[in-house]
């Protein structure tokens, strides 16, 4: 049975001219990867037996089965002794049914199922022995086969069971093929490729990517009717570079065909330009290509647009960052330089109310500013009481010369 796994079919480097267009060629004519129309398969189950008898081995054609329904028994003995179900190809039972076992039915017998749409090939093998015995009758595995003890004139069957959709017809479509371009940029993993285009086989169509992409790469429409899948690619740029593969996959037959390409740009050749010397009203021929002076662009086109863009994005990022926090700045510094402000103009202005609630009147000390200083007082007070009893004589007030007049009236 082929390995329904991906199978490397070819590696090719190619190498191209900037400008130009370039063709990676996968094609494939073998009829499992073309729209073929088939509504039968191409499925068939044979029956062989491998015996030995009297020291003679023999190889034996027993049955076959087609899944379009035709069948055959190569041994007019076996006519009416062997048989399979009639519905094999539909349930996947493919066992054979054997009667009136006789000892000559002993021996190796092989269930081959061949898909020869898909190139598979499976085999299951059985080995049959009889006895005349009914208590040596069983059925076990030797490690490699089944083996199955059967009585004398009795009627066996050998399993041979492969429900596998590939060999029924459950499946409900028929044009299960399908094939992918992928692009692995330089440096970049293959697990990481970029898919191009899907195209299958019922006809519909998918592109992926940026829209000049899709422009310039393309499959033809009739990739299934020829077995042609090539990718074309025009206008091929430094940036076109990298392994493009091409992957053909069979759901139906559980195939997947794999072509590698390594592509390569080049700059294109410029000729040299031959100057007669000798003659020299001869002008040399100018170059179609080259442009004036004051009309010539340098544009430098980058190895990998998706790079380009990714480092601008970085760039873009990282100022905008920036612009941020000067913002934060300038808007943190206002606001402490305001408070700093606030601060002293609210500072300067309780110092002038204190400076005013405990201003000195000195208007009341004129008076005294004349006024000859007595050295023969201790202090300012008793000189105040002194002034005082010179200025104003003592009052004596009688407090009980009221109380004195009630009580004699």
């Not at 899944?67 to 493919?94: K, L």
């Not at 094939?179 to 990481?192: A, E, K, L, M, S």
Request: glycine content about 4%.
């Amino acid at each position: 049975m082929l390995n329904p796994e991906s199978v490397v079919v070819s590696v090719s480097n190619v190498s191209a001219v900037a400008g130009s267009q370039t063709v990676l060629t996968c094609k494939s004519y073998r009829m499992i990867w073309t729209q073929d129309r088939l509504n039968d398969r191409q499925r068939v189950v044979h029956w062989d037996l491998y015996s030995n008898q009297d020291g003679d081995y023999k190889a034996e054609r027993l049955y076959d089965m087609y899944s379009a329904g035709e069948q055959r028994v190569y041994s007019s003995y076996n006519q009416r002794r062997i048989a399979m179900p009639e519905n094999a190809f539909a349930d996947g039972n493919f066992s054979l049914v054997i009667k009136d076992v006789a000892e000559s039915d002993q021996g190796t017998y092989s269930c081959n199922l061949h898909h020869h749409y898909c190139h598979l090939y499976e085999t299951v093998k059985i080995q049959l022995e009889v006895t005349e015995k009914a208590r040596e009758v069983k059925r076990y595995w030797d490690g490699e086969k089944a083996v199955i003890v059967a009585l004398q004139d009795s009627t066996v069957v050998l399993p041979c069971v492969n429900r596998n959709q590939i060999w029924t017809e459950r499946h409900s479509e028929e044009e299960q093929q399908v094939v992918h371009w992928d692009r692995q940029p330089p440096g970049v993993p293959h697990d990481r490729a970029d898919r191009l285009i899907d195209l299958y086989a019922s006809g519909e169509r998918r592109s992926y990517g940026p829209l000049f992409i899709r422009q310039k790469m393309n499959i033809t429409e009739t990739a299934f009717a020829l077995g042609d899948f090539s990718l074309r690619i025009s206008a091929l740029e430094n940036a076109d570079e990298g392994t493009y593969s091409c992957h053909l996959h069979h759901h139906y037959c559980g195939l997947h065909e794999r072509r590698i390409f390594r592509v390569s740009v080049m700059e294109p050749v410029r000729e040299k330009k031959v100057v007669n010397l000798t003659n020299p009203n001869i002008v040399p021929a100018v170059d179609p290509n080259l442009g004036r002076g004051h009309n010539v662009i340098n544009v430098i086109i980058p190895e990998s647009r998706v790079h380009f863009f990714q480092q601008l994005g970085y760039i873009l990022a990282t100022l905008l960052l920036f612009l941020i926090l000067l913002i934060i700045v300038v808007l943190v510094t206002r606001k402490h330089r305001r408070r700093g402000y606030e601060y002293n103009v609210k500072k300067y202005e309780e110092k002038d109310m204190n400076l005013k609630e405990f201003s000195v009147d000195t208007t009341d000390l004129t008076q005294y500013k004349s006024e000859d200083i007595r050295l023969d007082f201790k202090n300012n007070i008793l000189k105040e009481r002194a002034e005082q009893t010179k200025s104003f004589p003592a009052k004596i007030i009688d407090l009980d010369k009221d109380f004195r007049k009630e009580y004699c009236k």
